[in-house]
């Protein structure tokens, strides 16, 4: 089963998450992303959640952990295709408050 789809574009890495997230998955997804980012080195990441049917905590330690890394290379991340239940995680969790990250 593929965790994550991940396209790289001009300026961006496109992550299309394509499991539930949660403890087991998140590391794996994170492992990958990670290495990606730091090959790469893309100016955007984008983390494409319209794939996901479930989220726990996981997933938001997975954006904030990704913002983090990107940060420290000068990218910023997108969090993109939210379901209205991850959209509301995330608002509780003041994730939108982070300089580098963007919810659309």
Request: proline share 2%.
């Amino acid at each position: 089963m593929r965790l994550a789809e991940i396209k790289e574009t001009e300026s961006a890495l496109l992550v299309k998450l394509l499991c539930e997230i949660d403890h087991h998955t998140a590391k794996s997804i994170r492992e990958e992303v990670d290495k990606r980012l730091e090959d790469v080195k893309p100016r955007e990441l984008i983390l494409d959640f319209s794939g996901v049917p479930f989220m726990d905590s996981s997933g938001l330690g997975l954006i904030i952990g990704r913002a983090g890394k990107a940060e420290a290379q000068g990218a910023f991340v997108t969090v993109e295709g939210l379901s209205e239940s991850q959209r509301k995680l995330i608002r509780m969790s003041g994730i939108e408050r982070l300089g580098t990250v963007i919810i659309k």
